[in-house]
């Protein structure tokens, strides 16, 4: 099993700023990697706490992944976090071994993002 990460900033709690992140960093994280449906066993989403509009999952169901599994949680809300945060994981049937390119669509930092102790 292999995963594959993603994220990206939303510009605005609103379903259409949502639905149009969402989609278009699935849309980069399928085509980046030659992605089908068919490889994937999960994907998981994660937003942060003002992000409440849509839910990423039950947009991307809607888009045509009827028989992906999906989820998608609320992050924790730490003091310093950065905010309108969409995060993706898609777990796939790839070797661990494979290559597989992570999209950070636009939200790069947060690869690195550390904690100021």
């Not at 994660?46 to 888009?63: C, E, G, H, Q």
């Not at 898609?90 to 690195?112: H, M, P, Q, W």
Request: proline share 3%.
């Amino acid at each position: 099993m292999k995963a594959i990460r993603g994220a990206t900033f939303i510009k605005e709690d609103s379903y259409v700023e949502i639905e149009k992140a969402t989609l278009e960093l699935m849309k980069k994280i399928y085509s980046r990697n030659s992605l089908g449906d068919e490889e994937v066993v999960s994907v998981i989403f994660s937003v942060t706490k003002d992000l409440r509009s849509m839910n990423p999952a039950t947009i991307f169901r809607k888009s045509g992944h009827d028989d992906v599994p999906l989820m998608c949680f609320q992050e924790a809300d730490f003091t310093g976090a950065p905010r309108k945060v969409l995060r993706v994981l898609v777990l796939t049937l790839r070797e661990k071994d494979s290559t597989v390119f992570n999209v950070y669509d636009g939200a790069e930092i947060l690869k690195n993002w550390r904690w100021k102790v």
